[in-house]
Structures are given as C-alpha cells and as structure tokens.
C-alpha cells in the first residue's frame, strides 16, 4: 500500500445545443440520466486514498508480521518512510524487546479469528522514542486462500500515569516560578523601601536643616525688611518637608518594613499591631509563644506571614466593625501559625468563596507557594478567625 495520490472525482454537464426546435413549442419529457455503477477498481482506489489520508497509523502486515501496507499516518507516527518500512518485519523494525512476544501473541489471536480492539503496545520510532499506540486490528480474507493478512490500525495514546506525571512535573515547574516571582517582588519593595529611605529621607532631611539655618540666619540678620513673611514662608516649607518624610516612611515600611529585616517578625508584627490599633481606635494585641520571640525565622516565611496579617487587618478595618482584634503566633510541630481574630460583623460563607475576594485569594497563593495554608471561617454577630500556617522546615531546606 504504498502512497497514492488523490485524485478529485470530476464531473461536468455538457449542454447541448437546442436544434430543430418544433415550430409548434412540443412539450417533450426529459429522461433522468442512467446511473452508472463504480467498477470493483475504482471502489478499491477510493479505498485506498481513504486510507492514505487518515492521519492514524494503518498497517497491513502478512501472518508472519511482514509489512505489505504503510500509510501516511504511520510514516508521521513511527519517522519511517513508506519505501523504508514496506518489505521488512515490523516487529523487529518498530517493537521493543519486551514488547514482542505479547504483540505476536495477539497477532496469532487476530489470525484465529479473534477481534482484536485497544490493545496497548509501545512503538519504537525512528529517533529512538516509544510512542504508546492503542491497536485494533483484524485479518483480511481473501476468496480463495483464506487469511490474505491483518489490517492493523494504531492511535497514538498518553497512558495515564505519563498524564499524572506530566500534570504533578508541570505544577512542581509552575509553583518553583511563582515562588521565584513572589521573592524578586519583596526583593524588589526591599529595594524601592531603601531608595526612598535613604536617597529621599536624607534629601528631604538635608533640605530641613537648609531651611533652619536659613530662618536662624534671617532672624538675626539686622535686615528686618519683610522678615516676618519670610520667616513665615520657611516654617512653612519645613513643615511641608516633615509631611513629605511622613509620607516617605509610610510608604516605605508599607513596602518592605526595616523592622522585618532589622529585628524579625514578631517587632515587625508588634509595630503593625500598634499602627493599626493607632490609625482606627480598635484595640489590636498580639501573643506570642516564647519559642518563637528568640527564633529568626526564614526570611520568606517572616516576609509571607507579615503580608498576611496586613492583608487581613486592612480586611478588618474596611469590613468587620469589630472593637477587638486578637493576633496569636504560634508553633504546631513543623508549622508556624498565625491566628488573626476579631469581633466583629462575621463574614459569610458565600463572601469568603466569591470570585471577586482577590485578597482571600492572594492570602491562600501567599501561603500555598510556601507549601501552607491559609483559611477563613467567621459567624454573625461573633466576629471572624483568619489561620495562615506556613511549614519551617519546608521553607529551610528548599
């Protein structure tokens, strides 16, 4: 069966040119044409290019496994051109060795007579590779001497083991990218927190002492001429100066806290404790586990832990109501928890799940990265309990 070239079937209607038309417009009936039948030879030349064209792989093998037939599906799955495979045994062409012995064994139970369908044999390609194929296969018969060969037709298949694996290699690949993601963005707040500390800060500083001298020169300066105004207009700037080192200090301990750095994660968490009982009047306290007070905890963990419970006092102070917040620091085994717990509205089962909580959201990505987790339950009227559990150890060794 080696390649055929398809040929489009063709017809055209020739009209007739109309002569001798009756002066006297006779009605004359139109006979249907004939039908004509297909020869047994164009039959088995459609035939043939149907399966030519199939993309799956159609093989006709001889009772002793000899390839007689070789479409294209089969050159694109194996690698072997037709005129490369025709004449040759495909069991030694295209099986590995520990795939032989059961192939012929079908192949003998298709030669009996047996149906054949999805069995799962390897093939070996060209290049070296083995493609899994799911077969069916059945004998072809001739008129006169009987089982003429066997029509093998093969579909290429992902067992579902590889799919497993593929599916668990892609995720291990996809998680090591976001991890990497979320350090070179706290790399990257770190960096930003210090150009503004420090290139800001002491530019805005240098520039309040400037401003001092200046209104300390001008008050002495024997010049009294609109000297109040000018002194008026000094304090003013040095007073805009100290709004915009505020701002500058604000914005950098929100992106990257030099406590965080500096102390570790329980003075970090004190301080947002304190900043937050301070900007909304809500009592805000936080326990600590001694074991926990003198350890230095991995610098993603601290980093994820602390993004965690700002994210969930801002969700406090936006939504909750509460009068009182209670944060506990803790230590379960392997896992440092984090229990944030207010009194407040409570949220609803359908608020915690809906599409658009992208902060729920970002807190469970936060803590799944780390290979923790992160949950959210609250009742009405009693207030609502945020967990972040992260494990150390994980976190150590990765």
Known sequence: MKHLRTHRAQTSLSHAPSRGVSRHNRTKTIQPPKLTTHSKES??????????TSSTAILLLSPACIILGWNKGAETTSGWKADEALGRNYVDLCLPTK????????????????????????L???????LMLSWNITRVLGTRVGVMGLMAIGT????DAQVEEDLHLAHTRLHSAARRAQRAVEEERRRIA??????????LTGLKFDLARLGTALNQSRARTCGEDLLSTIQSMSESVDTLLSSIRAIASALRPAMLDDLGLVPALECLATMFEHRTGVRCSLDVVPELSSIALPSEVSAALFRIAQEVLTNVMRHAAASQVRM?????????KLEVTDNGKGITHAKATT????????????????GGYFHIVGASSIGTTAVVSIPVAECVTS
Request: charged share 25%; aromatic share 10%; glycine share 8%.
């Open 124 to 130: 070996r390609t060209r290049l070296g590779s083995q």
């Open 194 to 203: 210090r150009e503004l500390h420090d290139e800001f800060g002491q530019a």
């Open 355 to 370: 599409p658009q909580a992208f902060g729920l959201r970002g807190m469970q990505e936060r803590a799944s990265l780390l």
């Open 99 to 122: 795939a032989q012995d059961s192939f012929l064994s079908i192949l003998a139970q298709a030669i009996e007579g047996k149906e054949v369908n999805g069995f799962k044999s390897p």
């Open 328 to 336: 506990r620091l803790y230590q379960d085994g392997a896992m440092v």
């Open 156 to 159: 290429a298949f992902v067992p």
């Open 43 to 52: 039959i088995e030349h459609y035939y043939r290019v149907l399966l030519e």
